[in-house]
């Protein structure tokens, strides 16, 4: 089926520890972004690709890598995590040529103890 | 730096009733204006788009407005029902150029509550 799915929908784990969160779209959009949701701040940008080895950062990219080998798909890494990363993290992707909204994934509600 | 206020923060009303949300943005450079519907433990579902040089958008039961000047938008629900209860997100996407950037900004939302 079409659409942009997100993996693991939940994750728990420890300081330090290295996290990846996988997002992989089937609409070949070109765009593709990372957010995160937390209280008190809403959704807030932290890394964004245009198109295959094309990223950049957003409004909070400290403590976060992206990688972009593929179209369909766009991780995120954590590479030593911290408490102040727990978030819901959504993907979302875009096709900027068409006046289209984004699409959202379901999200990764990650834990970090 | 783009900001993006919705006001009020959580809004409770009866079924049936017609209602108003609101959204102010800063900076009147704006490529677009989104609405989205999120639902608990869901992603964003989009609900309108407007562009820049547009003034309103419609779909259904939902009517979004856009006035660039004054730095606001508004979305009108009619005849609310149970299942329009959710959070509402406003996103506006700041123009690089004639450019679409594609990067939100997203206000923190209203939570609507219809009750039956």
């Known amino acids: 089926d079409a659409g942009i799915t997100q993996s693991p929908r939940y994750k728990i784990t420890e300081t330090g520890r290295q996290v990846t969160l996988m997002c992989h779209q089937t609409?070949?959009?070109?765009?593709m972004f990372w957010y995160r949701q937390d209280l008190g701040h809403g959704l807030r940008l932290i890394y964004y690709s245009a198109a295959a080895d094309i990223t950049d950062k957003g409004e909070v990219p400290d403590g976060y890598v992206v990688s972009r080998s593929k179209t369909e798909n766009f991780p995120l890494t954590l590479e030593s995590a911290t408490r102040s990363q727990t978030s819901v993290y959504f993907c979302?992707?875009?096709?900027?040529?068409?006046?289209?909204?984004?699409?959202f994934g379901d999200g990764t509600r990650l834990s970090i103890l | 730096k783009q900001e993006v206020t919705q006001i009020p923060a959580a809004l409770s009303v009866p079924e049936g009733e017609n209602l108003v949300l609101n959204c102010s943005f800063t900076d009147s450079a704006i490529y677009n204006l989104q609405w989205f519907r999120q639902d608990p433990g869901k992603g964003l579902t989009s609900l309108l788009l407007?562009?820049?040089?547009?003034r309103e958008q419609t779909s259904g039961r939902l009517n979004a407005s856009l006035d660039k000047s004054s730095g606001r938008s508004t979305l009108y629900i009619a005849a609310s029902q149970p299942g329009d209860s959710a959070t509402y997100l406003c996103?506006?996407?700041?123009?690089?150029?004639?450019?679409?950037?594609?990067?939100?900004?997203f206000g923190q939302g209203t939570t609507l509550q219809v009750k039956p």
């Open positions: 609409w070949s959009h070109s765009y």
């Open positions: 407007i562009q820049s040089s547009q």
């Open positions: 979302a992707s875009s096709d900027p040529r068409l006046n289209q909204p984004q699409h």
């Open positions: 996103a506006v996407i700041p123009p690089h150029g004639s450019s679409n950037t594609g990067k939100l900004i």
